[in-house]
T-cell receptor, first 111, second 115 residues
Framework: ELKVEQNPLFLSMQEGKNYTIYCNYS?????LYWYRQDPGKSLESLFV?????AVKQEGRLMASLDTKARLSTLHITAAVHDLSATYFC???????????FGTGTRLKVLA | GAVVSQHPSWVICKSGTSVKIECRSL??????MFWYRQFPKQSLMLMAT?????????EQGVEKDKFLINHASLTLSTLTVTSAHPEDSSFYIC???????????FGPGTRLTVL
């Protein structure tokens, strides 16, 4: 059974600082997604990572995937208040279209 | 990208009533729809997968008689919470399968509060 864990669960950081969110999963997968969720809202797609070593960047966010380690990271560079949200990774189960979501990381960027 | 709508956005009902949530794919045909539930400050949990013209597949621990799913057309899937109780209060989100693994789209969600 595929299990997905994120670390940390809560993160409070100062503006301008860097930090990394980790997403570990337990079995082989062929795709991994990162999403952002604002309070009371649905999910906004950030990145999809489909192969080992894949790296994608958008603004202050950069995501990477290591399929051998079953690990994805979401790196935040020079955080700004607008990045405050909950971030989820979701891992696809091989051979199906199902996705298992991580526990989520609630990020608060302090001005 | 795919446009997905949900109706209603939020609903408050009394315990024991049934609530129907509609999920529509506005600009494409969705043969499969995923239904998720999200409790406050928790992650999304897959409840069931609906397929147009056939029975839904429910995840372990989800009562199929309580959460009725109908996928009558390629653009509409509905989730009915029957005899709702306060513990059913949650944020329900649908997500259509578009056939592409590049992006997964989500509806805006329906917040259900059962008094």
């Amino acid at each position: 059974e595929l299990k997905v864990e994120q670390n940390p669960l809560f993160l409070s950081m100062q503006e301008g600082k860097n930090y990394t969110i980790y997403c570990n999963y337990s079995t082989t997968s062929d795709r991994l997604y990162w999403y952002r969720q604002d309070p009371g809202k649905s999910l906004e797609s950030l990145f999809v990572l489909l192969s080992n070593g894949a790296v994608k960047q958008e603004g202050r966010l950069m995501a990477s995937l290591d399929t051998k380690a079953r690990l994805s990271t979401l790196h935040i560079t020079a955080a700004v208040h607008d990045l405050s949200a909950t971030y989820f990774c979701a891992v696809g189960t091989s051979g199906t279209y199902k996705y298992i979501f991580g526990t989520g990381t609630r990020l608060k960027v302090l001005a | 990208g795919a446009v997905v709508s949900q109706h209603p956005s939020w609903v408050i009902c009394k315990s024991g009533t049934s609530v129907k949530i509609e999920c529509r794919s506005l600009d494409f045909q969705a043969t499969t729809m995923f239904w998720y539930r999200q409790f406050p400050k928790q992650s999304l949990m897959l409840m069931a997968t609906s397929n147009e013209g056939s029975k839904a597949t429910y995840e372990q621990g989800v009562e199929k008689d309580k959460f009725l799913i109908n996928h009558a057309s390629l653009t509409l899937s509905t989730l009915t919470v029957t005899s709702a109780h306060p513990e059913d209060s949650s944020f329900y989100i649908c997500s259509p399968l578009t056939g592409s693994t590049d992006t997964q789209y989500f509806g805006p969600g329906t917040r259900l509060t059962v008094l």
